[in-house]
């Protein structure tokens, strides 16, 4: 009977692979992604669970050994001098309380030693390595499979953020310098009929073959960290942060050193409310043990860094604002409210609309032109206001917006 289960077990296992395989390959490589990242996430912990309870699970394949997926034909294949490796994921208070104990267990750290993280906004977008010879920009390569990747160095150099030569005299001789490269959720605006969100717009541009139609797209690029480097001079990932924005990087200006799993929390609420405010999409932030020592001392688990993690948002769920509440009239005549809000990316999906269902479900919720609101997406349910944040409600008498559209309409008929 055991030996059926443990059959039954590796069966679904390797359909778990199989499927996660796949949704590699139409995100990294085909930049069309089948399912959200909830979904994505739930399927890759379901697999690393079943791989720690069962010791006879193994593959090549799976995400515990593998990152991203196979380098494009269409560019040249070149080895990354330091494998480009994905993050842990944390979703709650104890998945950092025991990412904290791991890091202190492996370090032999005492109880009265406090670690400090440098956390980061995680910027959904697409990750590209750019090495710098005597501060001359000389390659750019995507992440591939992380330990190969993608010749795009021509595509990269049409990005105005990355430098062709570094500012200064005081960089190393060569360094692998790593980022995001990313789009804009306001320039998106003006092509998003050409893509399906916003990290699918610089994905598609970074791998088009002429340079000069991926000058066409507004890219950005942030720099956060780095691969290789010869006799980098710093001792903390924020002081290399520094060096970053005088080389002449640009670099997040919601960066921040944090001791405590209480205050990363408390912080990671707060940039999850500021999201609304912020003009590119984020899916969470990255805590990264602020010593470089000590990340060295740490080094690598098979396909992720010991010394960071990735704390995400939720994935069906944004905060965003109502700029306007409009009445759409369906074709039986049924009046419903639909809330215009700032375009947020709500599970892979840029949202720019929201129903409010009625007039009831407005005057429960007491909803109004200006709220900051919670935006909730589940699978292909049409996108809904789920609360308001009363502490940021603008300061104007009740909203009698439908009302008015309804007498406004009933004349017009």
């Known amino acids: 009977m055991k030996k059926k289960n443990n059959l039954k077990v590796k069966e679904d296992y390797l359909q778990k692979i199989k499927l996660i395989n796949k949704y590699n ?36 394949y799976s995400p515990s050994l593998s990152v991203g997926f196979k380098p494009s034909k269409n560019f040249k294949k070149v080895d990354h001098k330091i494998p480009m490796l994905s993050l842990g994921n944390a979703f709650d208070k104890n998945d950092l309380i025991n990412f904290e104990k791991k890091i202190a267990n492996f370090l032999s750290l005492k109880k009265s030693q406090k670690i400090e993280y440098s956390a980061e906004p995680k910027i959904d977008g697409i990750s590209a390595s750019l090495l710098y010879q005597d501060g001359i920009f000389v390659q750019g390569l995507s992440r591939g499979d992380g330990i190969q990747g993608e010749d795009i160095t021509e595509n990269l150099r049409t990005i105005k953020d990355i430098p062709a030569n570094l500012n200064g005299n005081d960089f190393p001789s060569e ?20 893509f399906a969100n916003p990290r699918n717009a610089a994905s598609g541009s970074l791998r088009q073959k002429d340079p000069m139609e991926t000058k066409k797209i507004p890219l950005n690029f942030i720099a956060y960290t780095f691969g290789y480097s010869k006799k980098l001079n710093v001792v903390t990932q924020d002081e290399f942060l520094k060096k970053l924005k005088l080389w002449g990087f640009k670099i997040n200006k919601f960066n921040k050193i944090i001791c405590g799993i209480d205050n990363l929390i408390n912080n990671h609420k707060k940039i999850e409310a500021q999201r609304k405010e912020i003009n590119f999409d984020l899916d969470g932030l990255v805590y990264k043990v602020n010593d470089l020592n000590l990340q060295k001392r740490l080094g690598f688990a098979a396909s992720s860094p010991r010394w960071a993690i990735a704390h995400k948002f939720s994935a069906n769920k944004s905060i965003s604002e109502i700029v306007k509440i409009e009445i759409q009239v369906g074709r039986t005549g049924a009046l419903t409210p639909v809330a215009k809000i700032k375009p947020v990316n709500i599970g892979g999906v840029l949202v720019s609309n929201a129903t409010l269902h009625n007039e009831d479900e407005i005057d429960r919720k007491d909803i109004r032109e200006g709220d900051t609101v919670t935006v909730e997406r589940a699978g292909d349910v049409i996108p809904h206001v789920v609360s308001v944040d009363k502490k940021n409600a603008p300061k104007i008498q009740k909203n009698l917006f439908f009302q008015k559209i309804v007498l406004h309409v009933d004349l017009k008929q």
């Open 175 to 194: 360094i692998d310098i790593r980022g995001e490269v990313f789009i804009n959720n306001l320039d998106f605006e003006k092509i998003k009929n050409k």
């Open 25 to 60: 390959k139409y995100y990294y490589s085909d930049s069309k992604p089948l399912v959200d990242d909830g979904t994505y996430d739930k399927i890759k912990h379901e697999i690393l669970n079943l791989e720690k309870e069962y010791s006879f699970l193994k593959s090549n």
